[in-house]
């Protein structure tokens, strides 16, 4: 299993899914104890849910469960959220906070770096290239990182999630005229709840490539996953009517993305580092 798939696309927006994968290689799977199994805490279907909606835009994707090793966190093992519950690059619990591996199964530093050479690292070396790719080709690139977590996860957060929960790590991840173009269209999404910068203000791969003032801006889309899925308890089956209605709103977000690039591009400074 290759721990990444590419679809180059000729536009701006590069859009991210770590966390739809469900591959686990067979002696990981046989650790994880009957909770684990489940992988209850995928983004069940994200990839589905995008496809098609930009034919412009590219697409990294990866092809690993989160619990294998989660390549949204920093390969540091550093917190996003301190004081808040979270899980870790190598996640042991799941949303719920209980354990996912049977008793004796606990992860060495060794598998850990391990698991970091052999899938976190070659998932960023492809989004780094292909956001390097897209920013050479329009100067700018529009990173969106696609995301989804059930609607109630106590351990994680308080009541009810809003349908879109958008992040920009309080506005230093992309210009503000990104921030103001998403959290407008999803504001005027009827029937749609929103937050910028809730809960969810962007997790590791939103903070680290959004550097604005290199031309990459980058931006996270948290949705709860009531608004797609008929159920998000086992079997985590798709809605193809709620998707499709949700999908509407989508495509019109990251059009608006498309269009606001250039504009962007001519007014970012002709000096400055670029990031990879």
């Known amino acids: 299993m290759q721990p990444v798939e590419i679809l180059q696309g000729d536009g701006p927006v590069v859009l991210s899914i770590p966390h739809s ?6 002696e990981v799977y046989a650790s994880l104890n009957a909770n684990g199994r489940k992988l209850a805490d995928s983004d069940w279907h994200v ?10 835009a590219t697409i990294v994707k990866a092809n690993f469960h989160r619990y294998l090793i989660d390549a949204n966190r920093a390969p540091s093992g550093k917190s996003l959220y301190p004081g808040q519950n979270t899980t870790t690059l190598c996640p042991t619990t799941d949303f719920n906070g209980q354990p996912i591996y049977s008793q004796g199964q606990e992860l060495s530093l060794d598998e850990i770096e391990a698991r970091q050479q052999t899938w976190h690292a070659p998932y960023h070396r492809a ?14 690139a529009i990173l969106y990182d696609c995301h ?7 351990f994680l957060f308080e009541g009810l999630l809003p349908a879109f ?3 920009t790590n309080s506005g230093a991840s992309c210009a503000p005229e990104i921030e103001e173009t998403v959290s407008t269209r999803t504001a005027q999404a009827a029937r749609y ?15 680290h490539y959004g550097q604005p003032q290199t031309g990459i801006h980058a931006i996270q889309m948290e949705l709860a996953q009531s608004t797609y899925l008929a159920t998000e308890k086992q079997p985590f089956t798709y809605s193809q009517e ?6 509407r709103h989508l495509k019109q977000v990251l059009e608006a993305l498309e269009a606001l690039a250039p504009k962007l591009a001519q007014n970012l400074p002709t000096s400055g580092a670029s990031h990879g």
């Not at 929103?194 to 791969?205: H, S, T, Y």
Request: net charge positive.
């Open 193 to 207: 709840t929103q937050v910028l910068n809730g809960r969810f203000k962007g997790g590791w791969i939103t903070r």
């Open 165 to 167: 929960n958008i992040g």
């Open 242 to 247: 709620r998707a499709e209605k949700l999908r």
């Open 47 to 56: 990839d589905r849910l995008y496809q098609g909606l930009m034919p412009a």
């Open 148 to 154: 989804s977590i059930r609607s109630k996860a106590p």
């Open 21 to 26: 994968g469900t591959f686990l290689p067979p």
């Open 127 to 140: 989004l780094g290239r292909e956001l390097e790719r897209v920013k050479a080709k329009h100067g700018i």
